[in-house]
């Protein structure tokens, strides 16, 4: 089956870094996605991986390894805005997403 | 530049009644539509999605049902609600011709099933 496993939850310091991982198990693999969704809105697009590597946008990154299945966000310099869920997902070979439950960080003053 | 529409924003129904959620894609055309539904506190579950007019895919078997009856809006819709319905509901669309491009986000329908 298709499975997509992230931790449900993580606290970290303002200020500080923060690293979520994802593992993933699909039929077929187009690419990794990573949304964030503040509480009772809709999800927002922060970055896709497709290839190996480590791929930065301002504070954020993402990096996947496709031979392990394996991806993470990497969050710096954190701020209270980015208490939110982030979510993994992976597009399988017939283009469908396959989603994470989420992982919902905590920022601490 | 493209929006995507939702209404309504919040719905409350009772237990057997029927459902319509709409959604609407503005500045583009021949889009894929999606609906999800996101239960408390877990991950998006992809209802059903369509590739143009007419045609929807259904991914969940259940009492819930899509149309297409234009190239760019999306019905939801049940003719009798369960308890278990209750949920976040989200449209999103993606361009037609490309598979890898990240899912835009209409801003959800909260439905409370009583």
């Known amino acids: 089956g298709q499975n997509i496993d992230q931790p449900t939850e993580m606290t970290a310091t303002e200020g500080a870094i923060v690293q979520i991982n994802c593992t993933y198990q699909?039929?077929?693999?187009?690419?990794l996605f990573w949304y964030q969704q503040h509480a009772g809105e809709a999800p927002t697009f922060l970055s896709y991986?497709?290839l190996d590597g480590l791929e930065e946008k301002g504070r954020f990154s993402s990096f996947l390894s496709r031979s392990k299945g394996y991806s993470y966000l990497l969050l710096k310099e954190l701020q209270m805005k980015d208490s939110a869920s982030y979510l993994c997902a992976a597009l399988d070979s017939n283009y469908q997403l396959i989603w994470g439950a989420g992982t919902k960080l905590i920022i601490k003053p | 530049s493209q929006t995507i529409h939702q209404w309504p924003a919040t719905l409350v129904q009772p237990v057997g009644s029927p459902l319509s959620l709409e959604c609407t894609v503005e500045?583009?055309?021949?889009?894929?539509l999606y609906w999800y539904r996101q239960a408390a506190g877990r991950g998006l579950q992809l209802l059903f999605y369509?590739?143009?007019?007419?045609?929807i895919s259904s991914e969940v078997p259940q009492n819930l049902s899509a149309s297409r009856p234009q190239d760019r809006q999306f019905i939801l819709s049940s003719k009798k609600l369960l308890l278990s319905d209750s949920g976040f509901y989200l449209c999103a669309w993606t361009p037609g011709e490309l598979s890898y491009n990240e899912q835009f986000f209409g801003p959800g329908t909260r439905l409370t099933v009583l």
């Open positions: 369509s590739v143009g007019i007419g045609q």
């Open positions: 500045g583009t055309s021949n889009p894929n």
């Open positions: 699909t039929s077929g693999f187009n690419g």
């Open positions: 991986n497709v």
